[in-house]
């Protein structure tokens, strides 16, 4: 199971490319024999995957009824701009063009993994979004993590 974590600071090169910092290729699975597929995140940021994970996450998608309008839009969103990279003898990766103009990556970066992802940020947006931490992150995490003694009484019909 890929369980990345770090948050890492980059620079785009002239062609494009960025280095993966060795701390975070070492987290890499072997299986993935350095290659990885990165596309669009759900806000104003890419994502880059294992290649083994991709293929799980793609698995997950190709299963939705694509009779369904709402269904289709999502694959298609989903998939657009997806592309497989490897990385070189250097550890860079070429970013498509693209995929940099959507994220407004123009020179830093910031690299922040967790689970099973690295989201790569223009580190400007990255460091706005940070800087907007909620009020109290404690009430957040209780909202979202919730009681597990609450939630196995609603498992079980108990509540």
Not at 35 to 61: C, D, M
Request: aromatic share 10%; hydrophobic share 40%.
């Amino acid at each position: 199971m890929t369980n990345f974590l770090g948050e890492f600071e980059c620079r785009l090169d002239s062609k494009s490319r960025i280095v993966l910092p060795s701390a975070l290729k070492r987290q890499l699975p072997p299986e993935t024999e350095d290659r990885l597929v990165i596309n669009r995140g759900f806000e104003k940021h890419l994502v880059l995957y294992p290649v083994n994970v991709w293929q799980t996450i793609s698995a997950q998608v190709n299963h939705l009824n694509l009779y369904v309008k709402k269904n289709r839009d999502f694959v298609r969103y989903f998939y657009r701009g997806a592309t497989e990279l490897r990385l070189d003898k250097q550890n860079r990766l070429l970013l498509p063009k693209k995929l940099l103009d959507y994220a407004a990556i123009q020179e830093a970066v910031t690299l922040f993994s967790y689970h099973n992802r690295i989201e790569v940020w223009a580190s400007e947006l990255y460091n706005n979004l940070i800087e907007d931490e909620p009020e109290n992150f404690a009430s957040l995490a209780e909202d979202i993590l919730g009681n597990p003694q609450q939630d196995l009484r609603k498992l079980l019909n108990l509540v």
